[in-house]
């Protein structure tokens, strides 16, 4: 007899065996791609989140800034600037309205007269109102 023609008892056939290796792979990369994206998203929120606040301030320095004896230049840069805040609160909102309205007769017009001392202290109210 050939020990090819020996029968083995003992020995047992391939038995498969599930390897969930490949699904743990593929959660422990989708944690820590979710992670990534996190930390990327508040990045970027706290970024533009500063961003934004910086032109607000810029855009606050740019109203304290404005000469108002140069009363046609002033308005136009009041209503261009100060619209921005307008929208923050129905408080801010109506209080620039009223600047609009005064600042009307310093528009649109060849020569104007300088502005009064009625329409600059709205004008320090409202600045006075602004929050940045």
Do not use: W
């Not at 422990?28 to 706290?46: G, P, S």
């Not at 910086?54 to 002033?74: H, P, S, V």
């Not at 600037?81 to 129905?90: I, K, M, N, V």
């Amino acid at each position: 007899m050939r020990s090819d023609d020996i029968p083995l008892h003992d020995i047992k056939p391939l038995v498969e065996i599930h390897d969930y290796t490949p699904y743990y792979l593929a959660a422990a990369a989708a944690v820590v791609l979710f992670f990534l994206l996190l930390v990327l998203y508040l990045l970027i929120h706290r970024y533009l989140g500063e961003r934004r606040e910086n032109t607000r301030r810029a855009c606050r320095r740019a109203l304290e800034a404005i000469d108002l004896d140069d009363a046609k230049q002033a308005a136009y840069a009041i209503s261009r600037l100060g619209r921005r805040f307008a929208e923050d609160s129905p408080r801010l909102q109506e209080a620039f309205e009223n600047l609009e309205r005064r600042l009307e007769p310093y528009k649109f017009r060849k020569t104007v007269p300088p502005i009064d001392e009625e329409t600059r202290a709205y004008f320090r109210i409202y600045l006075g109102m602004i929050d940045v």
